[in-house]
């Protein structure tokens, strides 16, 4: 089932800026997908991120989980699903310590944000990571940086 800007903001009573054209089908994306300073992974291409012996996973409630907020306490990423059908944990381990937490989904979940507005994440296992990209300075190329959203 496709759904649109306007559908999933109903939905879920999340909203987003004004600029966003509402009536445009939310993709739905089995690959990687980023969102400003966040970044969606399929799992087999991260191995390094697991799970733990004491990892607790928590369903995805109908609000709603808030998976980062913007840099300044900016907008959030929120993660949304059907009742049931989306769990995630910030127990990981990660040795290069971007990833914010896995999700599990069994059907379409969604990200959405204010600015950004949303998109689907097909079923499947996933790593939430933070965005880096590449310092630069005049004369090199510098350290990695967090994206800042």
Same mark, same amino acid.
């Given at each position: 089932m496709t759904m649109t800007l306007a559908q999933l903001t109903a939905r879920t009573g999340l909203d987003v800026l004004d600029h966003l054209e509402r009536e445009l089908t939310v993709p @739905? @994306?089995?690959g990687l997908q980023a969102? &400003?300073?966040l970044i969606v992974v399929p799992h087999h291409l991260v191995? %390094?991120?697991t799970d733990t012996?004491? %990892?607790v996973w928590q369903d995805v409630p109908p609000d709603g989980v808030e998976l980062l907020r913007g840099? &300044? &306490?900016g907008n959030p990423h929120t993660l949304v699903a059907d009742p049931g059908t989306c769990r995630w944990t910030t127990s990981v381990r990660d040795p !290069?310590?971007?990833a914010? &937490? !896995?999700l599990e989904t069994t059907a379409v979940a969604y990200l959405i944000h204010p600015e950004h507005g949303g998109t689907g994440i097909a079923p499947g296992r996933y790593v939430v990571r933070r965005q880096r990209e590449r310092g630069r300075t005049t004369t090199a190329f510098g350290a990695d940086r967090l994206v800042a959203d």
């Open positions: @739905v @994306v089995d969102q &400003g300073d191995p %390094t991120v012996s004491w %990892t840099a &300044g &306490g !290069l310590r971007l914010l &937490g !896995l």
